[in-house]
């Protein structure tokens, strides 16, 4: 499995931005499509965004309208959320995952390997 350390969560008024990141290592990084969830408090973990293991193909919540974007580094073994226009109901730890093939998922059950997360609070 490869290892995953999520960072760059914090504190953020309604509007403003955020860039998370997500350091992978043990394996190959290219090897794996990835995704992102969040975890608010008392719900269940649901899919945020989701990257093919190249980059060239990407997925998001319906709900984000075109706010947040996926992307990933592979030279540097770093994935990418790049979070705009930020809502109270953004609020959430945010966890990437990664999935041994080609394509991330809108599963959880999908993926084999999970970060520990990094909280992300918004305030109104």
């Known amino acids: 499995q490869v290892q995953l350390v999520e960072s760059g969560g914090g504190l953020v008024q309604a509007g403003g931005s955020l860039r998370l990141s997500c350091v992978a290592s043990?394996?190959?990084?290219?090897?794996?499509?990835m995704g992102w969830f969040r975890q608010a408090p008392g719900k269940e973990r649901e899919f945020v965004a989701a990257i093919s293991r190249g980059g060239g193909i990407s997925s998001y919540a319906d709900s984000l309208m075109g706010r947040f974007t996926i992307s990933r580094d592979n030279a540097k073994n770093t994935l990418y959320l790049q979070m705009n226009s930020m809502k109270p109901e953004d609020t959430g730890v945010y966890h990437c995952?990664?999935?041994?093939?080609?394509?991330?998922?809108?599963?959880?059950?999908?993926?084999?390997?999970w970060g520990q997360g990094t909280q992300v609070t918004v305030s109104a």
């Open positions: 043990g394996r190959i990084f290219s090897a794996y499509g």
């Open positions: 995952a990664a999935r041994a093939g080609d394509y991330g998922s809108r599963s959880t059950s999908d993926y084999d390997s």
